[in-house]
T-cell receptor, first 110, second 115 residues
Framework: EDKVVQSPLSLVVHEGDTVTLNCSYE??????LLWYKQEKKAPTFLFML????IEKKSGRLSSILDKKELFSILNITATQTGDSAVYLC??????????FGPGTRLSVLP | DSGVTQTPKHLITATGQRVTLRCSPR?????VYWYQQSLDQGLQFLIQ???????AKGNILERFSAQQFPDLHSELNLSSLELGDSALYFC??????????????FGEGSRLTVL
């Protein structure tokens, strides 16, 4: 069965800290891995990764994929209170639906 | 704004009732997905439509049904509602070509409360 696992499930840090969120997956016919940020409502797209070893970066956020070891990490440097959210990892499977992990709830304290 | 529109935003109803949630995908997106998110739970895939046809089915209860219309909007029908059906229901759309590498764009969700 296709699955996506994320760790940690919950994380509390202080502003300025750097965090690393993990996502591992088992899906048939892997094509891509996506990261989303969910605050109060709809998940918003952060990154899509398709190739191993190529870092994607957007401001203080960056992500990388390892297709050999079947995982991805999302790094957030110099965290701010506005980074507090649930971070979701998703992988489209062979059945053409997107399998989501349980998410990592990040709380950034001032 | 993702371009995906969901209505209603909030809905309160009683057990045993039936409701319909509506979704308009982004312009040009042929694929619509429905997800359920209960309190402190992850996103559970319900069903996917592509250009009017059912493409994939997840853990969707028999009391739930969906369809996608020729204009590509989709409706999710929930009947014989139970307390446990209270959740946030998301619609998402994507270009969804055959190799499915496109990203998902989410609507703001419909929050259903069953009393």
């Amino acid at each position: 069965e296709d699955k996506v696992v994320q760790s940690p499930l919950s994380l509390v840090v202080h502003e300025g800290d750097t965090v690393t969120l993990n996502c591992s997956y088992e899906v048939t016919n892997f094509r891509s891995l996506l990261w989303y940020k969910q605050e109060k409502k709809a998940p918003t797209f952060l990154f899509m990764l398709t190739s191993s070893g190529i870092e994607k970066k957007s401001g203080r956020l960056s992500s990388i994929l390892d297709k050999k070891e079947l995982f991805s990490i999302l790094n957030i440097t110099a965290t701010q209170t506005g980074d507090s959210a649930v971070y979701l990892c998703a992988v489209p499977n062979y059945g053409q639906n997107f399998v989501f992990g349980p998410g990592t709830r990040l709380s950034v304290l001032p | 704004d993702s371009g995906v529109t969901q209505t209603p935003k909030h809905l309160i109803t009683a057990t045993g009732q039936r409701v319909t949630l509506r979704c308009s995908p982004r312009s040009g997106d042929l694929s619509v997905y429905w997800y359920q998110q209960s309190l402190d739970q992850g996103l559970q895939f319900l069903i996917q439509y592509y250009n009017g046809e059912e493409r994939a089915k997840g853990n969707i209860l028999e009391r739930f049904s969906a369809q996608q219309f020729p204009d590509l909007h989709s409706e999710l029908n929930l009947s014989s509602l139970e307390l446990g059906d209270s959740a946030l229901y998301f619609c998402a759309s994507s270009v969804a070509v055959a190799d499915n590498t496109g990203e998902l764009f989410f609507g703001e969700g419909s929050r259903l409360t069953v009393l």
